[in-house]
């Protein structure tokens, strides 16, 4: 078998890790993608604008933004680990303080952002 799952947190780190860094690059390429269009097409980039303010862009914004600190906080603990090899023997504190930080970041950020998607669902439905 070529993927095995061990279980455990460094499992779930790297896993989470890879998943947040893919999600991160296909935000790029959409990016890269949008920034071409405001000069190629400025009527399709005035659409995929309308689109980013949608209920559906923004959830997907927020995701975005949950994977960028994830990805970012998980790599600040690889870091230590990487510089400070002793580090390793608690690389699963260290993972429940990514999470611990990660929600005290996390929340306050899902709350703007919460706002402005009922604000586009009232828009949208209403």
Same mark, same amino acid.
């Given at each position: 078998m070529l993927v095995r799952y061990r279980g455990g947190e460094g499992m779930l780190a790297w896993a989470f890790?890879? =998943? @947040?860094?893919v999600a991160i690059w296909l935000f790029v390429v959409l990016h $890269? =993608? *949008?920034i071409f269009l405001v000069g190629a097409a400025p009527g399709v980039? *005035? @659409?995929l604008l309308g689109f980013y303010a949608t209920p559906p862009g923004i959830l997907m914004e927020w995701l975005l933004g949950a994977a960028v600190l994830y990805h970012a906080l998980n790599g600040l603990r690889i870091i230590i680990m990487d510089f400070w090899p002793r580090m390793t023997r608690f690389h699963r504190q260290l993972w429940y303080a990514n999470w611990v $930080?990660? $929600?005290l970041v996390g929340v306050p950020v899902s709350i703007v952002i919460g706002g402005q998607f009922v604000r586009s669902l009232q828009r949208f439905f209403g």
């Open positions: 890790h890879r =998943i @947040s860094g $890269v =993608i *949008d980039y *005035d @659409s $930080v990660f $929600v």
